[in-house]
């Protein structure tokens, strides 16, 4: 089992930049493929991003492509969002998940952190 912890999010005009972090609790951390989720208002659970356990695969969904990145850090049990040029449309409630197997979809995850809010002001 994982605990995880999303810290981060704020407000930041169109076009800046803001890093997620998220805290994995466990001695396991590696055995997990990690992620981001966003849930805008009134809108489903979307993919944002994943990265492999061993971080040497990752995976985004179209609209983020070349403005963000994930990454992780298996020593501090941390994995990252970077992310860049950011506009309106990705303010949202920003969500860290783990599963065994990477993912892409919801459906497929196990573990949910509570959630950080990023807004993009225009």
């Known amino acids: 089992q994982v605990q995880l912890v999303e810290s981060g999010g704020g407000l930041v005009q169109a076009g800046g930049s803001l890093r997620l972090s998220c805290a994995g609790s466990?001695?396991?951390?590696?055995?997990?493929?990690m992620g981001w989720f966003r849930q805008a208002p009134g809108k489903e659970h979307e993919f944002v991003a994943a990265?492999?356990?061993?971080?040497?695969?990752?995976y985004y969904t179209d609209s983020v492509k070349g403005r963000f990145t994930i990454s992780r850090d298996n020593a501090k049990n941390t994995v990252y969002l970077q992310m860049n040029s950011l506009k309106p449309e990705d303010t949202a409630v920003y969500y860290c998940?783990?599963?065994?197997?990477?993912?892409?979809?919801?459906?497929?995850?196990?573990?949910w952190g509570q959630g950080t809010q990023v807004t993009v002001s225009s």
């Open positions: 990265i492999s356990r061993s971080g040497g695969s990752t």
């Open positions: 998940a783990a599963d065994p197997l990477v993912f892409t979809s919801k459906t497929q995850v196990k573990y």
């Open positions: 466990g001695r396991t951390f590696s055995g997990y493929a």
